[in-house]
């Protein structure tokens, strides 16, 4: 039976782009992993014109400004993050109307949106009541562990 779970995880790992998978059976633990192309490739030839990396300087310097703005609005607000990998989906099914909007009150144990790993509809729900103050993940778009997906106003 066991030989028959291994192939089949490995055959799940050779047919997707995860490169490594761990399942756990009662008290039985396997890790599989892929390893990662091995790219030969001198690094005196890499340079950032070659990589068309822009300039980071100017980048980071308007973002760090952007981000001072921000942290003096967002101090008090609580951060609600996706606790896996995944796709992010805003409502329960296409047809219906979303979880939650800006401006929603929410109390602790509410669903706000369900991230889908692995074909499997994980419900996340808030921790604490307050108001949605910011969405920051578009529907049906990828999330990856601990990303933050809304700020949260508390209630007093």
């Known amino acids: 039976m066991w030989k028959d779970k291994i192939k089949e995880i490995i055959y799940m790992l050779e047919n997707s782009d995860i490169n490594e998978i761990e399942v756990r059976f009662w008290f039985k633990k396997i890790k599989v992993t892929k390893k990662p ?3 030969n490739v001198d690094p005196s030839k890499l340079s ?3 990589l068309n990396i822009p300039n980071l300087n100017k980048d980071i ?3 760090e400004n ?3 703005h921000k942290d003096t609005h967002s101090e008090n607000l ?5 606790p896996m990998p995944g796709t992010f989906y805003s409502a329960p099914d296409p047809e219906s109307t979303s979880f939650v909007n800006i401006g929603d009150n929410v109390n602790a144990g509410d669903t706000v949106c369900i991230v889908e790993a692995m074909k499997i509809m994980n419900e996340i729900q808030v921790e604490e009541s307050g108001i949605i103050e910011e969405i920051l993940v578009d529907n049906s778009s990828p999330v990856e562990f601990d990303q933050v997906l809304f700020k949260l106003k508390p209630s007093n």
């Open 61 to 63: 310097s308007s973002k």
């Open 37 to 39: 192309p091995v790219l």
């Open 78 to 82: 609580i951060e609600i993050k996706s």
């Open 48 to 50: 950032s014109e070659n």
């Open 66 to 68: 952007l981000n001072e």
